[in-house]
């Protein structure tokens, strides 16, 4: 991969030392095509990836998602043996609502709002203590004495 240092030599070694494309080609271990493209097309900026076609529109509407939420909200009281798992939500799909995605599509989906509906879930406490009111040691040697009753221990 050529970075921009190396775009710099190419250029200057064309425009200022005349050397040729192919020599450029040998020196830098990249094709001919690569070594045109930083002649003729490096306005002075890193390159960038241009997109030529269109994206095309999502696969997962919100119908769709909104089916997939349904199912994994009815299963929630189901035992775990007779949960949907994300081939059969992706076969339901194919059946009932003529899905045009993949698999890996669903199967991300699924993974997606399964840990959206367990973060609602979830509570924590936070350990607060008051000064001196509990002590953590992971290692060490203490010397504790007990009094008990006028007696002592040690």
């Known amino acids: 991969m050529l970075n921009m240092i190396d775009y710099g030599k190419i250029r200057s070694l064309h ?6 494309i192919r ?9 001919r095509k690569t070594i045109r493209k930083v002649l003729n097309e490096w ?12 994206r095309p529109s999502p696969v997962v509407t919100p119908k769709i998602r909104e089916f997939v939420r349904k199912i994994l909200v009815s299963d929630q009281g189901a035992p775990r043996k007779q949960r949907h798992s994300a081939l059969r939500i ?9 899905f045009g995605g993949g698999q890996s599509t669903v199967r991300r989906l699924v993974r997606e709002l399964r840990a ?6 979830g509570i924590t406490t936070p350990l607060i203590f008051k000064p001196g009111e509990e002590i953590q040691v992971d290692w060490g040697y203490a ?12």
């Open 116 to 121: 959206e509906m367990s973060k609602t879930k």
């Open 23 to 31: 020599k450029l080609s040998r020196e830098f271990g990249h094709c």
């Open 90 to 98: 992706y076969k339901r799909l194919k059946a009932e609502l003529k």
């Open 143 to 154: 010397k504790v004495m007990w009094r008990f009753r006028g007696m002592s221990i040690t």
């Open 43 to 54: 306005d002075g900026e890193p390159p960038r990836y241009k997109l030529e076609k269109g």
């Open 15 to 20: 425009n200022d030392s005349g050397w040729s």
